[in-house]
């Protein structure tokens, strides 16, 4: 099972990522963790420089980086994972670049499209989990986690838009209704994590 987990920065979705593999390890589940971008050597040094703050980058760039990290990620990690019957746990995923990018960025919603398209092969999650939070929460969230380091420059972006993703978020959910799962990120983490283990029994 491909499992992904989507939501603005400092929405939660690591943290309920992270809580739902020690369930799934403890059943005796085999699991596999990803992030996006990252998890190869390839896509983790695109992601240095997708996040550097020493770095400006153009939106069409920047998908195309995202596409590509994207892409070394399936074939290397994500296919044969999935044809070795294991659950495979993604801190972002294909969604992000539509909302990030395409919503965020405001580019062009085809070329978002074919790009995705290109960079997954086909392969799409069983279940993605959007935490919803409102923008004021999410950043609260982010100043107040120990440890923290500087914003990076995607959550720099500023206020509007990560508004235009988060609505992103909304209008993904609302076309494709049987995948994604919207869940109510204003809540203790505790609440969000039993809904989601509830939920995924149903699926399962």
Same mark, same amino acid.
């Given at each position: 099972?491909?499992?992904? +987990?989507?939501g603005?920065?400092?929405s939660g979705?690591?943290?309920?990522? $992270?809580?739902?593999? &020690?369930?799934?390890? =403890?059943?005796?589940?085999?699991?596999?963790?990803?992030?996006?971008?990252?998890?190869? @050597?390839?896509?983790? $040094?695109?992601?240095?420089? @997708?996040?550097? #703050?020493?770095?400006?980058?153009? $939106?069409?760039?920047?998908?195309? @980086?995202?596409?590509?990290?994207?892409? %070394?990620?399936?074939?290397?990690?994500?296919?044969?994972?999935?044809?070795?019957?294991?659950?495979? @746990?993604?801190?972002?995923?294909?969604?992000?670049?539509? =909302?990030? %990018? /395409?919503?965020?960025?405001?580019?062009?919603?085809?070329?978002?499209?074919?790009?995705?398209?290109?960079?997954?092969? /086909?392969?799409?999650?069983?279940?993605?989990?959007?935490? &919803?939070?409102?923008?004021?929460?999410?950043?609260?969230?982010?100043? +107040?986690?120990?440890?923290?380091?500087?914003?990076?420059?995607?959550?720099?972006?500023?206020? &509007?838009? +990560?508004?235009?993703?988060?609505? /992103?978020?909304?209008?993904? =959910?609302r076309?494709?209704?049987?995948? +994604?799962?919207?869940?109510?990120?204003?809540?203790?983490?505790?609440?969000?994590?039993?809904?989601?283990?509830?939920?995924?029994? #149903?699926? $399962?």
């Open positions: 099972m491909f499992i992904s +987990f989507e603005i920065d400092g979705k690591s943290t309920q990522l $992270s809580m739902l593999r &020690d369930v799934l390890e =403890a059943e005796g589940r085999e699991v596999v963790t990803i992030r996006e971008p990252g998890a190869t @050597l390839l896509s983790e $040094s695109i992601r240095e420089i @997708l996040l550097s #703050n020493k770095q400006t980058i153009t $939106s069409t760039a920047e998908l195309l @980086l995202f596409s590509s990290a994207r892409t %070394q990620l399936v074939e290397m990690i994500i296919e044969p994972a999935l044809r070795e019957g294991k659950v495979i @746990l993604c801190d972002r995923y294909v969604d992000s670049t539509t =909302a990030y %990018q /395409g919503y965020g960025r405001q580019l062009n919603m085809e070329d978002v499209r074919s790009c995705n398209n290109i960079a997954t092969r /086909g392969v799409m999650p069983h279940v993605t989990f959007f935490i &919803d939070v409102a923008y004021e929460q999410a950043q609260q969230r982010m100043q +107040f986690t120990p440890g923290s380091a500087e914003p990076d420059r995607m959550e720099r972006s500023g206020r &509007d838009f +990560f508004e235009r993703v988060r609505q /992103g978020y909304v209008e993904i =959910a076309m494709d209704p049987k995948r +994604f799962v919207v869940i109510d990120g204003h809540r203790q983490r505790e609440e969000i994590h039993e809904e989601i283990v509830a939920l995924l029994a #149903n699926v $399962s």
